[in-house]
């Protein structure tokens, strides 16, 4: 069922969340004037973190259709929820500037995923 193109899939996936954990703190190049104003940093790097998170967000949504499809399950508002709300805050995410709607839509992502996880009994 899986094959070559799937784990290379999840390699890209891995790899794009690394980049988001790799875009989300200044590094050397960054450092060198002395101090970091960590806030300037955020607002100057949220379009791409954001942006790379929407990416991973999608790949992610990719592979548990994938799965859903090979368990022959149908589309179901139980599988919207699950990867179209994650989706659609992940999109807005990467649109939006304003730091306060980021922090709002990012708890909005977490509390969703916190409910899955409560609803999933993991």
Wanted: charged residues 15%.
């Amino acid at each position: 069922m899986t094959g070559l193109f799937f784990f290379l899939g999840i390699i890209a996936e891995n790899f794009v969340l690394f980049l988001v954990a790799a875009s989300s703190l200044p590094d050397e190049d960054d450092l060198r004037g002395g101090l970091v104003d960590l806030r300037a940093f955020q607002q100057k790097n949220s379009t791409y973190l954001w942006r790379l998170f929407l990416l991973f967000t999608v790949m992610w949504a990719a592979h548990g259709v994938f799965f859903a499809v090979a368990a022959r399950q149908v589309v179901s508002l139980k599988m919207v929820l699950i990867f179209v709300v994650p989706l659609l805050l992940a999109g807005a995410l990467a649109f939006v500037r304003k730091r306060k709607m980021q922090l709002l839509l990012f708890g909005a992502l977490l509390a969703h995923e916190a409910w899955w996880t409560v609803l999933a009994r993991f």
